[in-house]
């Protein structure tokens, strides 16, 4: 998501909504202000911010710097927003790429290893490996945090 029009269409198929009229009703704002949002004649406030965010299931943060780099005036205030965005919530596929690469590597080391090893149990526990580190990824690269 780069832009305010790319949020309210997250939002809206996060919700399994087909206009702006109910993404208005979900987000608790008056349906005349939808246009005025997507056409940039007005900007989406913190709250409304914060409510998109948790309907599309993302760091709050990341939809309020979207609306700050979309009505920055000025290119200094753009590249603040655009090296906030890209440094606290840009992951290239590349890093996404090599941190399953590593995965399989770690988890797939030792296969041959040992006489009479039992292929099975060893394809297993590799598998286990590799779920839980891609679980581990997913909810790193989606800034989820885990706590007791």
Not at 31 to 58: Q, W
Not at 59 to 76: F, G, T, Y
Not at 94 to 103: E, K, N, Q
């Amino acid at each position: 998501m780069k832009t305010i029009n790319e949020v309210l269409d997250a939002a809206k198929k996060a919700r399994g909504l087909d206009t702006d009229y109910k993404l208005s009703k979900a987000l608790e704002i008056k349906p005349g202000h939808m246009s005025e949002l997507r056409d940039k004649k007005r900007a989406i406030d913190n709250l409304t911010a914060c409510r998109l965010a948790d309907i599309i299931g993302c760091d709050p943060m990341q939809v309020i710097a979207i609306v700050e780099l979309d009505r920055a005036k000025s290119d200094e205030k753009a590249g603040f927003w655009r090296n906030f965005l890209n440094q606290r919530f840009g992951k290239s596929a590349a890093s996404v790429a090599l941190v399953l690469c590593l995965t399989m590597t770690a988890a797939l080391s030792g296969f041959g290893e040992g006489s009479g090893s039992n292929l099975t149990a060893k394809v297993a526990s590799a598998a286990e490996v590799v779920l839980a580190l891609l679980v581990l990824t997913y909810l790193t690269l989606h800034n989820i945090h885990y706590t007791k």
